[in-house]
């Protein structure tokens, strides 16, 4: 499955930013997502995770009551909703997925395939 990241950009602290993620070659309907970031110079980190079903989600504590994942298994797409940004979160965010077992959705280690990022930058 390839993973295609989109919806980044530049935006004022408190604002507010969807990303979407968009399968093709398969569908994503039977795969776990993951969002995950990376800001300059630090580690990829975990943002939030969603199953298959769309029943379960996780997030990251930094993130939890500010963002929210989503997912249309009709059109092959999983969004991310941030609100409230603030300049922390600026970073590159990527899309993962992997088949079927919400487990351990923290560690980007279990996904098997990944989007190529998009930029957000939120500034003060």
């Known amino acids: 499955v390839q993973l295609q990241a989109s919806g980044g950009g530049l935006v004022q602290a408190g604002g507010s930013l969807r990303l979407s993620c ?3 070659g398969r569908s994503i309907s039977n795969y776990v997502v993951g969002w995950f ?3 300059p110079g630090k580690e990829r980190e975990f943002v939030a995770a969603i199953s298959w079903s ?3 989600t996780n997030y990251a504590d930094s993130v939890k009551g500010r963002f929210t994942i989503s997912r249309d298994n009709a059109k092959n797409t999983v969004y991310l909703q ?3 940004l603030k300049p922390d979160d600026t970073a590159v965010y ?3 997925a992997r088949y079927l077992r919400y ?3 923290y560690d980007p280690a ?3 395939y990944w989007g ?3 930029l957000v930058t939120v500034s003060s």
């Open 22 to 24: 968009t399968a093709s």
């Open 37 to 39: 970031r990376q800001a």
């Open 54 to 56: 769309g029943g379960s």
């Open 82 to 84: 941030m609100n409230s």
């Open 94 to 96: 990527y899309c993962a």
């Open 103 to 105: 487990v351990d959705n």
């Open 110 to 112: 279990k996904y098997g």
């Open 116 to 118: 190529q990022g998009t």
